[in-house]
């Protein structure tokens, strides 16, 4: 909760030592959740390898909560690795079919591909 109070306040760099501590005192089984926070910090940082990383950490911690699957996809939205990050919606919402955030991302993707194949063509 700390982390995210230093976020809100941005103040990343008072967050992420939050997020230090919870990592060195969390039990492994819950440290997905400051994993998931450094990686949407990183990712507004624009450390996309650094945010990729921590967040796949996450998925291997807890691979059937949602919300990691849900980040890494979003980080890969934010490099446009768009078949990557539609894996991921779609990874997601077979955890959760009614995840709507993830439906909304995928269908905006899907018609983003579609638009972009149809202006390549003659």
Known sequence: MAALFWR??????KAIDCLRQALNYAPHHMKDVPLISLANIFQ???LWEDALTVA???????PHFVVNHFTLANVYI????FEKAMRWYESTLKLQPEF????????????????????RQP
């Open 56 to 62: 796949r950490m996450a998925v291997e911690i807890a």
């Open 78 to 81: 934010a490099m446009e690795e």
């Open 44 to 46: 507004n940082a624009r």
């Open 100 to 119: 709507a955030p993830a439906k909304d991302r995928l269908r905006t993707i899907q018609c983003y591909l579609l638009t972009k194949r149809d202006r």
């Open 8 to 13: 809100v306040k941005g103040q990343g760099k």
